[in-house]
């Protein structure tokens, strides 16, 4: 069965500690893997898009890797406003065609609390 | 820039009642969908539409109904309201563009059923 978990359910950083949040796939065709963020009492807000192993993105402090099993979201010298909870999600290549292709599944995701 | 706008942001509902979440983008976005995200459990998909008349299931599609109209709006039915569905509601739309797989979500619409 294809899932996704993600790990840990909850980080509290200092400012300026780096990190990193998992993101464990498993799907027997990874047609893409996303990362979102959500701040409290909103849509979640799209991150970063991976299509093959090896693949890294990066946006101001973030960077998000990915390989066979795993996407990690890297998080360097965070700021307070760097809180929000992260989301991880991926399309199976079953879904890749058709009408199915909007169709992700998503992580439970990531509380980040990082404090001043 | 509108993008995606919910309505209403907070309702409760009586057991048993009905009522249509709104869903609406001014993107000319072919795909729209709904999610309900629930603590511990992450964002689950209800329904999904490629296009005006086209509409099909997603993973927790009972007690729900949509239809699509028009490319703009994308209308989530309640037909019996349960506690189960109690749960916050999210609308997503997306270009058919394989370049482009960027999902955009409305605010939300935090629903209780008591």
């Known amino acids: 069965e294809d899932q996704v978990t993600q790990s840990p359910e909850a980080l509290r950083l200092q400012e300026g500690e780096s990190s990193s949040l998992n993101c464990s796939y498993t799907v027997s065709g990874l047609r893409g893997l996303f990362w979102y963020r959500q701040d409290p009492g909103k849509g979640p807000e799209f991150l970063f898009t991976l299509y093959s192993a090896g693949e890294e993105k990066e946006k101001e402090r973030l960077k998000a890797t990915l390989t066979k099993k795993e996407s990690f979201l890297h998080i360097t010298a965070p700021k307070p406003e760097d809180s929000a909870t992260y989301l991880c999600a991926f399309r199976a290549l079953s879904n890749a065609g058709g009408t199915s292709y909007g169709k992700l599944t998503f992580g439970q995701g990531t509380i980040l609390t990082v404090h001043p | 820039n509108a993008g995606v706008t919910q309505t209403p942001k907070f309702q409760v509902l009586k057991t048993g009642q009905s009522m249509t979440l709104q869903c609406a983008q001014d993107m000319n976005h072919e795909y729209m969908s709904w999610y309900r995200q629930d603590p511990g459990m992450g964002l689950r998909l209800i329904h999904y539409?490629?296009?005006?008349?086209?509409?099909d299931q997603g993973e927790v599609p009972n007690g729900y109904n949509v239809s699509r109209s028009t490319t703009e709006d994308f209308p989530l039915r309640l037909l019996s309201a349960a506690p189960s569905q109690t749960s916050v509601y999210f609308c997503?739309?997306?270009?058919?563009?394989?370049?482009?797989?960027?999902?955009?979500f409305g605010s939300g619409t935090q629903l209780s059923v008591l």
């Open positions: 997503a739309s997306r270009t058919y563009k394989a370049t482009n797989e960027k999902l955009f």
């Open positions: 539409s490629v296009g005006a008349g086209i509409t």
